[in-house]
Structure formats: C-alpha cells, structure tokens
C-alpha cells in the first residue's frame, strides 16, 4: 500500500479537530503515521488550516495519495498547484520563475479572498449586534411606557378615590355642622 494524506482526528465529541498527516495506507486512522504535516480546524469560519506545504509537495512529488478531503485542502492551501507547476518546470515547459509568479500571484489573490470573508464575517456579526441592541432598546422602551401607562392610571385612580372621599367627608361633614347650630 503507497502512503496516504489523511486526515487524524483528535478533539472532544462535537468539536473535531484533525490533524494532518502521511501514514501507511493499512494503518487505522487514528492509528501510526509517518509524519505530521499540519493541522486542520473546521469549527472556525473560516477553516483554519496549518500546513507544512513544502513537505506536502514533497510527499506528493514521492507518490503518496491524498484522501479527497486532504485533496481538497491541499488544493485550497495551494500545493496541488504548486505541485502541477513543478511538473511543468521537470518537463520544461515553462521556467521556475514564471512558475513561482504564476503561484505568488495565485497565493495572493487567495489570500486577500480570504481576508475579505473574514472582514465580511466580522461586519456581519458587528452589524447583527448594532441591530439586536437596538430591538433590545425599542422593547426596552415599550414595556417603560406600558409600566408608566399603568402606573399614571394607578395614580389617577388613587387621586380619583382621594378626591371622591373628601367630597364624601365633606358632605357628611356639612349636615353635622347643621345640626350643631340649630342645638
């Protein structure tokens, strides 16, 4: 069996976290390996992946066999190109120069596509926030005005009960102070 890019995953239960490694293609997945050629973390937005890409080149170049996940993070990191470059510079097609512009100018505009989701992702939330807060202080408002409501008629009330009891003491009032003067 030829060695294997796979991935070995380690972490808590639903909280993977893998690590990627060359390892015989018999040896179970989590089992032995040969090397570690970096990490893979797909709980974060996006992904964080560490990788060691020339020894992936490296690897590759030897024959080991990508599994479809590792191909598909070695192609996002680059060293799937790399690799195919390199084989155009072994067959002379194109020099290592032109090679290493094609992949510079690849690499950098990977990573200002990445730089923008990240500062997407960052005004997204920022921007869920501002509006959360705000909801959060138009409901805030509506239950103070319902309370203030409650409590002004409350008082009102209370005023309306003061009011009618003197009126009555003073009606009961007026006859005793009637008779007091005819005695």
């Known amino acids: 069996m030829p060695a294997r890019i796979r991935l070995q995953r380690h972490g808590k239960k639903n909280q993977p976290f893998y690590h990627i490694v060359v390892a015989d293609g018999r040896a179970p997945r989590d089992g032995k390996f040969v090397e570690k050629l970096g990490t893979y973390n797909p709980m974060t937005n996006p992904a964080s992946i560490e990788l060691n890409e020339e020894r ?21 990191k680059g060293v799937l190109l790399k690799r195919h470059l390199q084989i155009g510079v072994e067959k ?10 094609k992949y510079n100018e ?19 939330a920022r921007n869920e926030a501002k509006s959360r807060l705000e909801a959060e202080k138009k409901a805030n408002e509506t239950k103070a005005a319902a309370i203030d409501a409650k409590r002004r ?10 009011a009618e009891a003197t ?9 005793a102070a009637e008779e007091n003067t005819e005695a």
């Open 153 to 162: 008629a409350a008082a009102e009330a209370e005023a309306a009960a003061k």
């Open 106 to 124: 690849w690499k950098q505009a990977k990573d200002a596509k990445i730089a923008n989701k990240v500062s997407e992702l960052n005004n997204n």
């Open 167 to 175: 009126a009555e003491n003073t009606e009961n009032e007026a006859p």
């Open 56 to 76: 992936a080149c490296q690897w590759l170049k030897n024959g080991a066999e990508p599994s479809p996940t590792c191909r598909r993070i070695l192609s996002y």
């Open 92 to 101: 002379g097609a194109i020099s290592q120069e032109q090679a290493d512009v």
